[in-house]
């Protein structure tokens, strides 16, 4: 896209220069920007949860909607996350495209039964005679010091529901991508932000709209001796965990999932068909986390190419602690470098 009024500056005609085609964005950034694009898009979708509209949400994720798209598509609602999420399925069921905001991963307990019984199972229960295009998207995960019931990553207890697709990107770029691919998407999709890189860093991302396939995951590294499997906030320990043992001659490849239902297996399984040794990282417990489904699909479908047993690494299988002890919690690339060298040394 070109600017067409020439610059002008004592009478020296300067040639039309071109707009820059990407800008570099925090992850939030890119949350914001996917909502507004889709706004403008199509004018079903809208957007709800407690202080969305003229407070921009808690985390600023909705700044400016309220201002561009009124308070007809940008809705403050009370703070009642099960009438939050009930409204939503209405709306889809309406003909909409509802964005629905939980503020923390741990206040969606109260609406799990509208998404559990209602989103994920409307379009089977109907016999596609209805669809449920909805998001519900919220932050999760640890690393902000918050007080209790902030921090959870139960994201496997969604994974385990049949009907829903979970989302869970790690850049600015991917966030941008997949948003607008939930939204288009004509079943419930869960939108887990990780609040923890929220505004850690920035990234180029194209300034016009995009998608990002759901259900593909992306090989971020290619190596030969070991793969590196995450998503989300623990992407970052682990491409640490992944330079530090490059330091001594280890080649990891490294998987970002980005989504977890329905999960790449095709891609999982060829990465480890060649290394022969896997690790998982997440930040929920590690009793009950995805990593455990990763390695039964690993098991299942590529045994006999593993050389070592598949290396979980994830959260202690205890609540959430209080701040002083996250740094301690949350897998950390120490952690991730020790299960890389015991998967290498068996």
């Given at each position: 896209?070109?600017?067409?009024?020439p610059?002008?500056?004592?009478d020296?005609?300067?040639?039309?220069?071109e707009?820059p085609?990407?800008?570099?964005?925090?992850l939030?950034?890119?949350?914001?920007?996917?909502?507004?694009?889709?706004?403008?898009r199509d004018?079903?979708?809208?957007?709800?949860?407690q202080?969305?509209?003229k407070?921009?949400?808690?985390?600023?994720?909705?700044?400016?909607?309220?201002?561009?798209?009124?308070?007809?598509?940008?809705?403050?609602?009370?703070?009642?996350?099960?009438?939050?999420?009930?409204?939503a399925?209405?709306?889809?069921?309406?003909?909409?495209?509802?964005?629905?905001e939980?503020?923390?991963?741990g206040?969606?307990y109260?609406?799990?039964n509208?998404?559990?019984?209602?989103?994920?199972?409307?379009r089977?229960?109907?016999?596609g005679r209805?669809?449920?295009p909805?998001?519900?998207?919220?932050p999760?995960?640890g690393?902000?010091r918050?007080?209790?019931?902030?921090?959870?990553?139960?994201?496997?207890?969604?994974?385990?529901?049949p009907?829903?697709?979970?989302?869970?990107?790690?850049?600015?770029?991917?966030?941008?991508?997949?948003?607008a691919?939930?939204?288009?998407?004509?079943?419930?999709?869960?939108?887990?932000?990780?609040?923890?890189i929220?505004?850690a860093?920035?990234?180029e991302?194209?300034?016009?709209p995009y998608?990002?396939p759901?259900?593909?995951?992306?090989?971020?590294?290619?190596?030969?001796?070991?793969?590196?499997?995450s998503?989300?906030?623990?992407?970052?320990p682990?491409?640490?965990?992944?330079d530090a043992v490059?330091?001594?001659?280890?080649?990891a490849?490294?998987v970002?999932?980005r989504?977890l239902?329905?999960?790449?297996?095709?891609?999982?399984?060829?990465s480890?068909?060649?290394?022969?040794?896997?690790?998982?990282v997440h930040?929920?417990?590690?009793?009950?986390?995805?990593?455990?489904?990763?390695?039964?699909?690993?098991?299942?479908?590529?045994?006999?190419?593993?050389?070592?047993?598949?290396q979980?690494?994830g959260g202690?299988?205890?609540a959430f602690?209080p701040?002083?002890?996250?740094?301690?919690?949350l897998?950390?690339?120490?952690?991730?470098?020790?299960?890389?060298?015991r998967?290498?040394?068996?």
């Amino acid at each position: 896209m070109l600017r067409t009024e020439p610059i002008t500056g004592n009478d020296r005609r300067v040639a039309p220069a071109e707009v820059p085609k990407t800008t570099r964005m925090t992850l939030v950034q890119a949350v914001t920007r996917a909502l507004y694009e889709e706004m403008e898009r199509d004018p079903t979708v809208l957007v709800l949860g407690q202080d969305v509209g003229k407070d921009g949400g808690v985390f600023r994720a909705t700044e400016g909607l309220y201002e561009a798209f009124g308070a007809e598509r940008v809705i403050d609602t009370p703070l009642a996350e099960s009438g939050i999420t009930g409204t939503a399925i209405g709306l889809a069921v309406a003909g909409f495209r509802p964005v629905a905001e939980i503020q923390f991963m741990g206040f969606v307990y109260l609406a799990l039964n509208q998404f559990f019984c209602h989103a994920a199972r409307l379009r089977n229960r109907s016999r596609g005679r209805y669809n449920v295009p909805m998001v519900l998207r919220m932050p999760y995960g640890g690393g902000i010091r918050p007080p209790e019931h902030h921090s959870e990553s139960y994201e496997a207890l969604f994974v385990a529901t049949p009907g829903i697709k979970v989302v869970i990107p790690s850049t600015p770029y991917d966030a941008k991508g997949m948003l607008a691919s939930a939204i288009r998407d004509n079943d419930p999709v869960l939108f887990l932000e990780p609040k923890r890189i929220y505004r850690a860093f920035r990234e180029e991302v194209p300034v016009e709209p995009y998608t990002i396939p759901l259900g593909k995951a992306n090989v971020v590294r290619v190596g030969k001796d070991v793969t590196l499997i995450s998503y989300g906030a623990m992407m970052r320990p682990t491409l640490e965990a992944a330079d530090a043992v490059a330091r001594d001659g280890v080649s990891a490849e490294v998987v970002d999932l980005r989504t977890l239902a329905p999960v790449d297996v095709e891609t999982l399984t060829a990465s480890v068909a060649k290394t022969g040794r896997a690790v998982v990282v997440h930040e929920a417990p590690k009793t009950g986390g995805f990593g455990g489904e990763v390695t039964a699909l690993l098991n299942e479908r590529v045994l006999m190419h593993l050389e070592a047993p598949v290396q979980r690494v994830g959260g202690f299988d205890v609540a959430f602690p209080p701040a002083l002890l996250e740094d301690y919690y949350l897998p950390h690339r120490a952690r991730v470098v020790e299960a890389i060298r015991r998967t290498l040394s068996y």
